[in-house]
Nanobody
Framework: QVQLVESGGGLVQAGGSLRLSCVAS????????TGWFRQAPGKEREFVAG????????RYADSVKGRFTISRDNAKNTVYLQMNSLKPEDTAVYYC???????????????WGQGTQVTVSS
């Protein structure tokens, strides 16, 4: 089992930045790829960014490329999502998830956190 806890969300003006953190507990977190997803009100949950277990491979949704950066520190059991140049359309609950192999589909992920709210005002 892997438990995931997100933090770092909040209210920010358009153009601002936030850094989300996902702290994991449980077995062998460093063996898992990790992804960030988000869900806006009335919309389906969507993939935002993912990183392989060793950090060598990353993937991003087109909507966040060049603005968001995913990274991880396995010594701290933590994955980060640095979000720059935030837009109102980035407003959503952001979720961290873990999987054995890096993917972009929700059903590929086995463990999920509870989410953290990000609100971007215009």
């Amino acid at each position: 089992q892997v438990q995931l806890v997100e933090s770092g969300g909040g209210l920010v003006q358009a153009g601002g930045s936030l850094r989300l953190s996902c702290v994991a507990s449980g077995r062998s977190f460093s063996s898992y790829a990790t992804g960030w997803f988000r869900q806006a009100p009335g919309k389906e949950r969507e993939f935002v960014a993912g990183i392989s277990w060793g950090g060598r491979s990353t993937r991003y949704a087109d909507s966040v490329k060049g603005r968001f950066t995913i990274s991880r520190d396995n010594a701290k059991n933590t994955v980060y999502l640095q979000m720059n140049s935030l837009k109102p359309e980035d407003t959503a609950v952001y979720y961290c998830a873990a999987t054995m192999a890096l993917g972009v589909r929700l059903d590929e992920y086995d463990y999920w956190g509870q989410g953290t709210q990000v609100t971007v005002s215009s």
